[in-house]
């Protein structure tokens, strides 16, 4: 499989007025391609630091960072960010939310690209709802737009921050079994940051488990849930307890020391 | 055994029949009932709401009628000089006479034209020097103490130096509208700006804008709900600058009428100009309550 994303030794550093706050300290681990990795670790570790590396919004103090063959600041297009929150646009109605990426790339006037957008909204049960407001769309279903508008521009690598956690719970696994869906359908990458365990174990092929600052790669789990099918169906694997149990103990016994 | 099981399964779908045949019945019912309910309680609650709609209405219209009531009783019977208070009935002869002559539609286009044009142009001028202040975290705080004055300074002060440097009349009545107007433009479009969600920027970078399609693609549509509250405020304070300014130079608008009829005791005069400027400023934040209906819905 080929190698899409590596980070070799990533030091991050963080200067304040009153101290220089070390974020990250020699990260390195690599995902393939249409791989799905998680990244879990105690709070404030700099989870999404990493995100705003890999998207190229902050650069490493020390080490690299290679985006399929270039450094990330060259590679914008390869990217798809999401939010905790949908961010979608309440002035804008669904279709002009989702053809938001085309419009900054002047391509919104390309009829293939707004094609495929149709038929990603038109898979993704959303058609009927082109012309509505975001205010008229439930939780779920605006979370499946800004998955559609972040997949829009065709990104290779998509980055997932936290982006279950302002839903309830109810809606939330369905949404992760949707979300984990498209992605997979699309053949997309995705890298997730997550504070939730067991949502990592359901989605994840691959778990980074990181330590507290200044973030280390404590552990890297490779995960072989994928032949029980959706993340909801991982829930009930036999494997998902002992998994789950294990990497909160490697979390715990970090935040303990 | 195989009759009595059969029996037993006719008996239990009998009685699921009979269940689901239940249950539809009392759903009916429910229904029914639920509808009665609601719709008796909600005939009530419609009632009690119009009931207190009409009430709040005829009160205002009582308190405005007992108010002119006196004040026309207490002029007429002579308990309040009518040569200093003027009176409702004083007011409407003036009204009469000013209209009549067709002099009053001059003095009130021109402080309209006056407060029209320093509100638009403190309008465009305050949200043209908002966006730069965003545009540039460096020259925002260069001239952050210059504002922070700018905005605590009475704006009549400056009056006499207006006329000096722009001419009396028209011209530095404009100014004085636009002065009062431009610091709260600014400062209100700019905490605006600046409170946009910091991911939505950060989700417009990831896709690769540009700082000027973050500002037209999010910024400027993000502000609209308070560009219009800035509008509400400003229209009225506009009002303000276009009287202040006619009380220091001028020779004709309402706000002229008004210093003037104070200083030869006409005081029907200025009741009536007052009058007049009440319903020409209502109209006007009238029409951006109205703009403001529409945005919001």
């Given at each position: 499989m080929k190698e899409l994303l590596k980070f070799s030794n990533v030091k991050l550093t963080y200067q304040t007025l009153?101290?220089?706050?070390?974020?990250?300290?020699?990260?390195?681990?690599?995902?393939?391609?249409?791989?799905?990795?998680?990244?879990?670790?105690?709070?404030?570790?700099g989870k999404t630091t990493i995100l705003s590396l890999v998207a190229g919004l902050l650069s490493p103090t020390s080490g690299e960072i290679i985006l399929d063959g270039k450094s990330p600041k060259e590679q914008s297009n390869l990217i798809g960010y999401m939010f905790q929150k949908d961010h979608l646009f309440e002035w804008r109605n669904i279709w002009q939310n989702v053809i938001l990426g085309l419009e900054l790339k002047k391509e919104h006037k390309n009829i293939d690209k707004l094609n495929k957008i149709d038929a990603l909204l038109e898979k993704y049960g959303l058609k009927d709802f082109k012309k509505n407001k975001p205010s008229q769309l439930s939780g779920g279903m605006r979370q499946r737009v800004a998955l559609i508008r972040t997949l829009a521009t065709n990104p290779k690598l998509l980055l997932l921050d936290e982006p279950f956690s302002a839903l309830d719970f109810q809606t939330r696994l369905t949404v992760c079994d949707d979300v984990h869906n498209i992605i997979k359908t699309e053949k997309k990458t995705a890298l997730l940051v997550t504070h939730d365990i067991s949502e990592a174990i359901s989605l994840a092929d691959k778990i980074i488990i990181l330590s507290k600052r200044p973030s280390t790669v404590k552990k890297i789990k490779v995960l072989h849930l994928q032949d029980y099918g959706s993340p909801l169906k991982r829930r009930d694997a036999k494997e998902f307890r002992l998994l789950f149990d294990e990497i909160w103990r490697d979390i715990q016994y970090d935040e303990s020391e | 055994m195989k009759a009595n099981k059969n029996s037993i399964s006719d008996?239990?779908?009998?009685?699921?029949?009979?269940?689901?045949?239940?249950?539809?019945?009392?759903?009916?019912?429910?229904?029914?009932?639920?509808?009665?309910?609601?719709?008796?309680?909600?005939?009530?609650?419609?009632?009690?709401?119009?009931?207190?709609?009409?009430?709040?209405?005829?009160?205002?219209?009582?308190?405005?009628?007992?108010?002119?009531?006196?004040?026309?009783?207490?002029?007429?019977?002579?308990?309040?000089?009518?040569?200093?208070?003027?009176?409702?009935?004083?007011?409407?002869?003036?009204?009469?006479?000013?209209?009549?002559?067709?002099?009053?539609?001059?003095?009130?286009?021109?402080?309209?034209?006056?407060?029209?044009?320093?509100?638009?142009?403190?309008?465009?001028?305050?949200?043209?020097?908002?966006?730069?202040?965003?545009?540039?975290?460096?020259?925002?705080?260069?001239?952050?103490?210059?504002?922070?004055?700018?905005?605590?300074?009475?704006?009549?002060?400056?009056?006499?130096?207006?006329?000096?440097?722009?001419?009396?009349?028209?011209?530095?009545?404009?100014?004085?509208?636009?002065?009062?107007?431009?610091?709260?433009?600014?400062?209100?479009?700019?905490?605006?700006?600046?409170?946009?969600?910091?991911?939505?920027?950060?989700?417009m970078k990831s896709m690769g804008a540009t700082k000027t399609q973050i500002l037209l693609k999010l910024i400027l549509p993000y502000s609209i709900p308070d560009f219009i509250s800035v509008l509400k405020i400003t229209i009225g304070m506009s009002w303000i600058g276009s009287i202040m300014g006619e009380y220091l130079t001028s020779s004709e608008g309402l706000g002229y009428l008004i210093v003037y009829g104070g200083q030869i005791f006409e005081l029907d005069l200025v009741m009536t100009s007052i009058l007049l400027l009440c319903v020409l400023a209502c109209g006007m934040y009238y029409i951006v309550a109205k703009l403001e209906a529409r945005f919001r819905r």
């Open positions: 009153t101290d220089e706050i070390d974020a990250l300290n020699n990260i390195s681990f690599s995902i393939n391609d249409c791989e799905f990795v998680a990244i879990v670790g105690p709070s404030g570790c | 008996s239990l779908d009998n009685e699921k029949e009979v269940l689901n045949k239940k249950k539809l019945c009392c759903l009916s019912k429910k229904k029914n009932l639920k509808q009665k309910d609601f719709s008796k309680a909600h005939t009530l609650y419609l009632k009690q709401i119009s009931k207190e709609k009409r009430i709040i209405k005829i009160s205002q219209i009582v308190i405005l009628i007992i108010l002119l009531g006196l004040w026309e009783l207490t002029t007429q019977i002579g308990l309040l000089d009518a040569f200093y208070f003027s009176s409702p009935s004083r007011i409407c002869v003036e009204l009469g006479a000013l209209f009549s002559s067709g002099e009053i539609f001059l003095h009130m286009w021109v402080t309209l034209y006056e407060t029209l044009i320093g509100f638009a142009i403190a309008t465009i001028l305050g949200v043209f020097i908002a966006i730069i202040l965003w545009w540039s975290e460096r020259t925002r705080k260069i001239l952050e103490p210059y504002i922070v004055v700018l905005n605590s300074l009475p704006k009549i002060a400056l009056g006499p130096i207006l006329i000096i440097w722009v001419g009396s009349g028209t011209s530095s009545i404009i100014a004085m509208c636009v002065l009062i107007c431009i610091v709260i433009t600014i400062i209100s479009m700019l905490n605006s700006f600046l409170q946009c969600d910091n991911d939505k920027i950060l989700l």
